[in-house]
Nanobody, 126 residues
Framework: QVQLVESGGGSVHTGGSLRLACTVS????????MGWFRQAPGKEREGVAA???????NYVDSVLGRFTISLDNAKMTLYLQMNNLKPEDTAMYYC????????????????????WGKGTLVTISS
């Protein structure tokens, strides 16, 4: 049974930093993609950053230059380093994964992913 568990969320002031982690267990696929998504109250789930096992990444424009996604294949752990955080980054953050190769343009689409964690809350205060 595949399980994803996020950690690292919290509350910081504008300009602060957080590092999210997502540990995957029960995973048997050798080729896969992983991504971070977020959902603020009253808004749709949004793709934030994604990566494949080759290291190809994709970011939503609003986090370019501030967020960095990375993947430790040996530990099956996904990270999201978030710097210069803004109030508009406040949301529940979810990690997700799916087996196989996917076009770069699909990496930030929630429908691409089969498995999801339960989320970790990030709150940025001004």
């Amino acid at each position: 049974q595949v399980q994803l568990v996020e950690s690292g969320g919290g509350s910081v002031h504008t300009g602060g930093s957080l590092r999210l982690a997502c540990t995957v267990s029960g995973w048997t696929y050798s080729n896969y993609i992983m991504g971070w998504f977020r959902q603020a109250p009253g808004k749709e789930r949004e793709g934030v950053a994604a990566i494949d096992i080759a290291g190809k990444t994709n970011y939503v424009d609003s986090v370019l230059g501030r967020f960095t996604i990375s993947l430790d294949n040996a530990k099956m752990t996904l990270y999201l380093q978030m710097n210069n955080l803004k109030p508009e980054d406040t949301a529940m953050y979810y990690c997700a994964t799916s087996p196989g190769n996917w076009p770069w343009g699909r990496l930030l689409q929630p429908g691409t992913y089969d498995y999801w964690g339960k989320g970790t809350l990030v709150t940025i205060s001004s």
